[in-house]
């Protein structure tokens, strides 16, 4: 049963958030600080996958290396 209030709970906060964004939205200014946030969250995300990528491509740049020195190795 307290699961079910929490989920609830859960729902009716989502639904509170998105019918608050709507009339915020509906206003100039509210619609200006709703673009900003949303311009603000896209720079963030940008920054995270540039970040993971370079991580990627730095753990990619080892492993080949790895695989570089096996191979000389063995031979």
Do not use: C
């Not at 958030?17 to 949303?38: I, M, Q, T, Y």
């Not at 995270?48 to 753990?59: C, F, H, L, P, V």
Request: charged residues 30%; hydrophobic residues 45%.
């Amino acid at each position: 049963m307290e699961r079910m209030k929490s989920v609830l709970w859960f729902v009716l906060g989502i639904a509170g958030g998105f019918v608050a964004a709507h009339l915020v939205n509906k206003d100039p200014r509210g619609h200006e600080v709703l673009a900003e946030v949303d311009a603000r969250i896209g720079e963030f995300t940008e920054r995270i996958g540039d970040a993971y990528r370079a991580q990627e491509a730095k753990i990619d740049g080892i492993a080949a290396e790895v695989k570089d020195t096996a191979a000389k190795l063995t031979d």
